[in-house]
């Protein structure tokens, strides 16, 4: 059995994903992630208390 990350895709494929691919989304999410949320705090579209 694989264990992981799974992307679930709308049409019922399902992938696999490896520690190198985990990875890599989660430094990019470190990195983008914030600045974005900002962005929308930024211009109303989401509120932050």
Not at 25 to 34: A, G, Q, V, Y
């Amino acid at each position: 059995m694989l264990e992981g990350l799974r992307l679930y895709y709308p049409g019922g494929e399902v992938e696999h994903v490896t520690e190198r691919v985990r990875a890599a989304i989660t430094t990019s999410l470190e990195r983008d992630w914030p600045s974005y949320i900002q962005g929308l705090i930024d211009r109303g579209a989401f509120q932050a208390q």
